[in-house]
C-alpha cells in the first residue's frame, strides 16, 4: 500500500452490541474497498470515519489533522471534517431539487458560483437537465449520481461510498459499475468504498480491507489480497470457491507439490512456513481453464481429468462445479459453455497454472 | 351579531393568534429538544410540560396568578422593572392561552421531528452545516405538516380556553373577555338566544381549525 494519507485505529462499542474495531487502518490514495459480508461493521467504520459515530477507544488520522483522539478526548465533527459521505439509501434531501441538494453544501461560496459549481457538477455526471427535479421523480441510478455531485461538489478531502450499488437492480449496477470507477477516477480524490460484492471490490478498488467479525484482518493491494489471503476466513469472505484441505507432499525450488485426494498439484511454495504439512488449498473459479481434450503443449503445471457434475447461471456467467478427485468449481461466460458443449457427465481437461493455486497454512 | 360580538370574536382570534407567538419559539426548542436528545431530568420536563392537560385548567390559571400577580415573584418583577401590570390585562389572556395551548404543540411536534429520519440531518452535517442550518433547512422543513397541525390545535385549543382565563384575565367586556368566557357570561345573564349564537361562531372556527390540522397530519403519498 502507498503511503496513507488516513490511519485508524479504534473501537466502536454499541450497548449491549457488537464491538467494531479499526486495527491500524490504513488508507492511502486512489479507491480502498472495505470489503466484508454484511455484519462485519463496514458501515461502522465508514461512519466512524465521517464523524457521525464517536468510537471510545482510540484515534483517527487525516494526514496532519487529527479527527479523533479518544484519549485526549478530541473529537472533530462531522461538518469540519471536509469529507463527501454517500450512504447505502443516499439520504437525498426529499423537499430540496436536484440543484438544492448538490448545492447544499456549497454554503461558503457566493451565489453566482454555487449556481456555477452546481451546473458545472451536473454536467460532468450527466444531470443537466434535472436541475429542477425532486429526488423521487428521479431512477436510482440518477439518485445515486446525484448523491455523488452532492459529495462531491464542495471538492472534499475524502470520499466515502456506502454499497453504493446497493439500491440499484442488476443491470443498472453492472452499467455503472464500470461509470463511478471511471468518475473516481477523473475525480482524484481518496476514496473508501464499502461492498460486499467480490467482483465490485474487484472492479473498483486499488487497495482492499477485509473485515470479519467487526475488524479488519487484511489489507493491501487488491490483487494482493484476493489472490493471497492471510487466513481461512479472508480466504472465505474473498468468497474463493474452492477451498480444500491438502498434505504437502514435497518442496523443491519453490515449488510444492500438494495431494488432494488422488490428484497432485503443483503450487508456488511462496512464504510457506517449512514446517508447514497441512494446508487449505484455495483456487479462484476465473482462474480454472476448461479444455475438451490433452492439449499437447501448455504451460499450466496441473492437468486434472474433470467430470462435470452441474451446471449453475449466474447472469452471464455459468458456474460449472466439477470432480476432479477433489470439487474443484470453474467460471466460464455462457458462449464459452456451449463451445465446450458442457453437460453435466462431460468429461473434460482442467488447467490450472501453479501461481494461481494459493496454499494457506493450517492453524490450528 | 353586534358590533360588539364581532369585537369580542376579532379580540378572541388575536388572542388566540398572540398566545400562539408565545408558544412557538420556546414550543419548538422545547419539541426539538425531547425528540432528539437524551439528558437526565428528561422525564420531570416531560411531564411538567403535559400537566396543564391534565390538570384542571383553573389550577394552572390559579399558579399563573400567583406568579404574575402583583405579589408574585414575576409579577413584581414585570412591575418594578417595566412599570407593567399582567394580572386582568389583555397579556394576561394572551399568557394563559399559551400556558393551556403549549403542550398540545409541544407533542404534535415532538412527534413531527421524531419522524423525521436523523439519516438527513447527519448528511447535512457532513456537507459543513451548523446545527441551526440543519434544523431550519432539513428538520423544520420535513417535519412542517406535523409542525403546522401542532399549530392549528394549539390555536384551536387556545381559543376554547376558559378556566385559567377567568381566573388570571377575568372578565373585563371589551378589555379580557374572550368567546367562552362570553358564553358562559351570557348564559349567567339568562341570554340564552345570545349565548347559542357565540357557541355557533366558537363551533365554526374550532370546525375549521381541526379539520385543516388533521388534513395535514394524514400524510398523502
Given at each position: 500500500?502507498?503511503?496513507?494519507?488516513?490511519?485508524a485505529?479504534?473501537?466502536?462499542?454499541?450497548?449491549g452490541?457488537p464491538?467494531?474495531?479499526?486495527?491500524d487502518?490504513r488508507?492511502?490514495?486512489g479507491?480502498?474497498?472495505?470489503?466484508?459480508?454484511?455484519g462485519?461493521?463496514?458501515?461502522?467504520?465508514?461512519?466512524?470515519l465521517a464523524?457521525?459515530?464517536?468510537p471510545?477507544?482510540?484515534s483517527?488520522?487525516?494526514?496532519?489533522?487529527?479527527?479523533l483522539?479518544?484519549?485526549?478526548?478530541?473529537?472533530?465533527?462531522?461538518?469540519?471534517?471536509?469529507?463527501?459521505?454517500?450512504?447505502?439509501?443516499?439520504?437525498?434531501f426529499?423537499?430540496?431539487?436536484?440543484a438544492?441538494?448538490?448545492?447544499?453544501?456549497?454554503?461558503?461560496?457566493?451565489?453566482t458560483?454555487r449556481a456555477?459549481?452546481?451546473?458545472?457538477?451536473?454536467?460532468?455526471?450527466?444531470?443537466?437537465?434535472?436541475e429542477?427535479r425532486l429526488?423521487?421523480e428521479l431512477?436510482?441510478?440518477?439518485?445515486?449520481r446525484?448523491?455523488?455531485?452532492?459529495a462531491?461538489?464542495?471538492?472534499?478531502?475524502?470520499?466515502l461510498?456506502?454499497?453504493?450499488f446497493?439500491?440499484?437492480?442488476?443491470?443498472?449496477?453492472?452499467?455503472?459499475?464500470?461509470?463511478?470507477?471511471?468518475l473516481l477516477r477523473?475525480?482524484?480524490?481518496?476514496?473508501i468504498?464499502?461492498?460486499?460484492?467480490r467482483?465490485?471490490?474487484?472492479?473498483?478498488?486499488?487497495?482492499?480491507a477485509?473485515?470479519?467479525a467487526g475488524r479488519?484482518v487484511?489489507?493491501?493491494?487488491?490483487?494482493?489480497?484476493f489472490s493471497?489471503?492471510?487466513n481461512?476466513?479472508?480466504?472465505?469472505?474473498?468468497?474463493?470457491?474452492?477451498?480444500?484441505?491438502?498434505?504437502?507432499?514435497?518442496t523443491?525450488?519453490g515449488?510444492?507439490?500438494?495431494?488432494?485426494?488422488?490428484a497432485?498439484?503443483?503450487?508456488?511454495?511462496?512464504?510457506l512456513?517449512?514446517?508447514a504439512?497441512?494446508?487449505?488449498?484455495?483456487?479462484?473459479?476465473?482462474?480454472?481453464?476448461?479444455?475438451?481434450?490433452?492439449?499437447?503443449?501448455?504451460s499450466?503445471?496441473?492437468?486434472?481429468?474433470a467430470?462435470v457434475?452441474?451446471?449453475?447461471?449466474?447472469?452471464?456467467?455459468?458456474r460449472?462445479?466439477?470432480?476432479?478427485?477433489?470439487?474443484?468449481?470453474?467460471?466460464?461466460?455462457?458462449?464459452?459453455?456451449?463451445?465446450?458443449?458442457?453437460?453435466?457427465?462431460?468429461?473434460?481437461v482442467?488447467?490450472?497454472?501453479?501461481?494461481?493455486?494459493?496454499?494457506?497454512?493450517?492453524?490450528? | 351579531?353586534s358590533?360588539?360580538?364581532?369585537?369580542?370574536?376579532?379580540?378572541?382570534?388575536?388572542?388566540?393568534?398572540?398566545?400562539?407567538?408565545?408558544?412557538?419559539p420556546?414550543?419548538?426548542?422545547l419539541?426539538?429538544?425531547?425528540?432528539?436528545?437524551?439528558w437526565?431530568g428528561?422525564a420531570?420536563?416531560?411531564?411538567l410540560?403535559?400537566?396543564?392537560l391534565?390538570?384542571?385548567?383553573?389550577?394552572?390559571?390559579?399558579?399563573?396568578l400567583?406568579?404574575?400577580?402583583?405579589?408574585?415573584?414575576v409579577?413584581?418583577?414585570?412591575?418594578?422593572?417595566?412599570?407593567?401590570?399582567?394580572?386582568?390585562?389583555?397579556?394576561?389572556?394572551?399568557?394563559?392561552?399559551a400556558?393551556?395551548?403549549?403542550?398540545?404543540?409541544?407533542?404534535a411536534?415532538?412527534?413531527?421531528?421524531?419522524?423525521?429520519d436523523?439519516?438527513?440531518?447527519?448528511l447535512?452535517?457532513?456537507?459543513?452545516?451548523?446545527?441551526?442550518?440543519v434544523?431550519?433547512?432539513?428538520?423544520?422543513?420535513?417535519a412542517?405538516?406535523?409542525v403546522?397541525?401542532?399549530?392549528?390545535?394549539?390555536?384551536?385549543?387556545a381559543?376554547?380556553?376558559?378556566?385559567?382565563?377567568?381566573?388570571?384575565?377575568?372578565?373585563?367586556?371589551?378589555?379580557?373577555?374572550?368567546?367562552?368566557?362570553?358564553?358562559?357570561a351570557?348564559?349567567?345573564?339568562?341570554e340564552?338566544?345570545?349565548?347559542?349564537?357565540?357557541?355557533?361562531v366558537?363551533?365554526?372556527?374550532?370546525?375549521a381549525?381541526?379539520?385543516?390540522s388533521?388534513k395535514?397530519?394524514?400524510?398523502?403519498?
Open positions: 500500500m502507498k503511503d496513507a494519507i488516513l490511519t485505529n479504534f473501537r466502536r462499542q454499541f450497548p452490541g464491538e467494531i474495531i479499526a486495527e487502518l488508507i492511502g490514495g479507491i480502498t474497498v472495505l470489503f466484508g459480508a454484511s462485519s461493521g463496514k458501515t461502522t467504520i465508514l461512519r466512524c464523524g457521525l459515530e464517536r471510545e477507544k482510540g483517527i488520522h487525516f494526514g496532519a489533522e487529527n479527527w483522539d479518544a484519549e485526549m478526548n478530541s473529537f472533530l465533527s462531522p461538518r469540519k471534517r471536509g469529507v463527501g459521505f454517500v450512504p447505502q439509501d443516499y439520504a437525498l426529499p423537499h430540496l431539487t436536484v438544492g441538494n448538490v448545492g447544499y453544501g456549497l454554503k461558503e461560496l457566493p451565489a458560483g456555477a459549481r452546481v451546473a458545472e457538477t451536473l454536467r460532468w455526471l450527466g444531470l443537466d437537465g434535472l429542477h429526488p423521487r431512477s436510482g441510478g440518477q439518485q445515486q446525484v448523491a455523488l455531485a452532492r462531491v461538489a464542495r471538492r472534499p478531502k475524502l470520499l461510498l456506502d454499497e453504493p446497493a439500491a440499484l437492480d442488476t443491470p443498472a449496477r453492472l452499467r455503472l459499475r464500470g461509470e463511478l470507477r471511471q477523473q475525480l482524484g480524490i481518496p476514496t468504498l464499502v461492498t460486499h460484492d467482483f465490485e471490490a474487484l472492479a473498483l478498488g486499488d487497495d482492499v477485509v473485515l470479519h479488519n487484511q489489507q493491501g493491494a487488491v490483487p494482493e489480497v493471497r489471503p492471510v481461512l476466513a479472508v480466504a472465505e469472505i474473498t468468497a474463493v470457491e474452492t477451498i480444500q484441505s491438502g498434505q504437502i507432499l514435497e523443491r525450488d515449488l510444492a507439490t500438494v495431494a488432494l485426494g488422488d497432485r498439484l503443483i503450487a508456488l511454495a511462496g512464504d512456513p517449512p514446517a504439512r497441512e494446508v487449505y488449498v484455495c483456487i479462484r473459479a476465473e482462474d480454472v481453464i476448461l479444455m475438451r481434450a490433452h492439449p499437447v503443449q501448455s499450466p503445471r496441473n492437468r486434472l481429468a467430470t457434475l452441474s451446471l449453475v447461471r449466474e447472469g452471464s456467467l455459468v460449472v462445479n466439477l470432480d476432479c478427485g477433489f470439487p474443484l468449481t470453474a467460471l466460464l461466460t455462457q458462449p464459452a459453455c456451449e463451445e465446450l458443449a458442457l453437460q453435466a457427465g462431460a468429461q473434460l482442467a488447467l490450472v497454472k501453479a501461481p494461481q493455486i494459493h496454499l494457506i497454512p493450517f492453524t490450528r | 351579531m358590533g360588539a360580538d364581532w369585537q369580542l370574536v376579532g379580540f378572541s382570534l388575536r388572542m388566540a393568534l398572540t398566545s400562539l407567538l408565545l408558544v412557538l420556546p414550543g419548538l426548542a419539541a426539538w429538544w425531547l425528540a432528539r436528545k437524551d437526565r428528561k420531570l420536563v416531560e411531564t410540560v403535559t400537566l396543564p391534565v390538570l384542571p385548567p383553573v389550577v394552572t390559571g390559579l399558579v399563573l400567583q406568579l404574575f400577580g402583583q405579589r408574585g415573584p409579577g413584581s418583577w414585570l412591575h418594578q422593572t417595566f412599570g407593567m401590570d399582567v394580572v386582568f390585562t389583555w397579556w394576561a389572556v394572551a399568557l394563559a392561552l400556558a393551556m395551548s403549549l403542550p398540545l404543540f409541544v407533542r411536534a415532538r412527534t413531527a421531528f421524531e419522524e423525521v436523523v439519516k438527513f440531518e447527519q447535512a452535517r457532513t456537507l459543513g452545516a451548523g446545527e441551526w442550518r434544523f431550519f433547512t432539513i428538520t423544520l422543513p420535513l412542517m405538516r406535523g403546522l397541525a401542532g399549530t392549528l390545535l394549539a390555536f384551536a385549543r381559543l376554547g380556553e376558559f378556566g385559567a382565563t377567568i381566573m388570571v384575565a377575568g372578565n373585563i367586556p371589551g378589555r379580557t373577555t374572550t368567546l367562552p368566557v362570553a358564553i358562559y351570557a348564559v349567567q345573564n339568562g340564552d338566544a345570545h349565548a347559542w349564537t357565540l357557541a355557533g366558537s363551533a365554526v372556527i374550532a370546525f381549525a381541526v379539520f385543516v388533521e395535514l397530519q394524514r400524510r398523502p403519498r
